[in-house]
């Protein structure tokens, strides 16, 4: 097995004793087996990865169902690269791309060198392959409501009041070169190099962020194909840093809440009108799973909120219906469920205005009130 940086001679060896700063890189960790290839995508059962726009990103795992099981799925037959899972993204169609994303463990330190690697395999009835698959580091989030390509857009207002949107490529830090193919369908390619960090990147996103164009698309001759274009299992993500070793290591002290003592859970996210918990939830929830894992004793009570929008009943449900998700959730990363109860307060409790979008946001909440210590 050959990988692709092996090949183009790309950055130095690993440095040692560093961490990964991606959770979950080879996808294990899940909250619900992947049941088939879904045109909206089935990114929501993976922990702490999500799809960034509508391009539906798939998961794959030995647990799931036909059509979505490894190492033989609707998209052909690859073993995982470690572990049982993998994910799966659709790179060039025109317009069209699926992406995968997540959020550091910390934000990247200006200055300082990173190494990001992650394994790609061409699946077997993709007709066709790419060179250009990149990694791209942001501070913000980036996400789109359409199925195109991840374009940055800058609103600018012109001298006659009027205001108007430039979209740009983005620019990978790191990416295949375009004259390198990936088109290896009985093995995996590592892509992988090394960036100096601007500081302050939090999120990963990965795909093509090339045009059709530019992106060296070749006919794969493959047979039995399900869809036109490129499609590629992605698996083990890692992102570490080359020389933060050598800095000293700091702890930030976070106050243990205490009995009565009421936590909101800022980033733990929904669908609108909906209580499906969204894998940009993953950070919030895992830190109060270590917190509880921590004091065994504790006990809490979650607590849905909602913004003003909607009647009193239908508020209420549907606050009643979050504080049960998250619960349900932490019952399901090992949590007794005997130490967990759940309660919905609808829009009663507001704690910001609710005539501002803004503050109906922080208005619809998930929190958790500590019961014992």
Known sequence: MVSLLAMLHWGSALAQNTEN???????????????????????SGVDAWWQPTKGSSDY????????????????GVQEPHSGAAYCGIYCSKETYREYLQTELREPLKAGRRYRVSYWASLADKSPNAIATLGALFTADRISDTTWNILMHNETTELENGQKQVIA??????VSTP????????????????????????????IGNFNSFNHSNVIDTRAENTVLSGAYYYIDDVTVECL??????????????????????????LFDTDKSDILPQSYHDLLTLI?????????????????????????????SEARAKAVTEYLVAHG???????W??????????????????????RVEYRVLAD
Not at 310 to 318: A, F, H, K, P, S
Not at 335 to 341: E, F, K, Q, V, Y
Request: charged share 25%.
């Open 178 to 205: 375009s004259r390198y193919v990936l088109i290896y369908m009985d093995q995996w390619n590592e892509v992988a190099g090394e960036f100096t960090a601007v500081g302050g990147e939090r999120y990963l996103t």
């Open 243 to 268: 020389d933060c070793q050598e800095e000293p290591q700091t702890v930030d002290t976070v106050p243990v809440p205490k009995k009565g003592d009421i936590v909101t859970l800022r980033n733990v």
């Open 290 to 318: 270590t917190l509880l894992n921590e004091h065994p004793t504790m006990r809490v009570e979650l607590r849905g909120h909602t913004d003003n929008q909607g009647t009193v009943e239908r508020n209420r449900i549907l």
């Open 335 to 341: 949590i007794d469920r005997s130490r967990l109860t």
């Open 168 to 173: 740009t490529y983005y620019k990978p830090q």
């Open 343 to 364: 309660r919905g307060f609808g829009k009663s409790l507001p704690t910001d205005t609710n005539s501002t979008p803004e503050g109906r946001q922080n208005n619809r």
């Open 60 to 75: 794959f795992n030995a647990c799931g169902g036909r059509e979505c099981l490894t190492p033989r799925n609707k998209m």
């Open 21 to 43: 700063l991606v959770y979950n890189g080879s996808f294990e960790e899940y909250s619900a087996c992947p049941q088939r290839i879904d045109a909206l995508g089935i990114m």
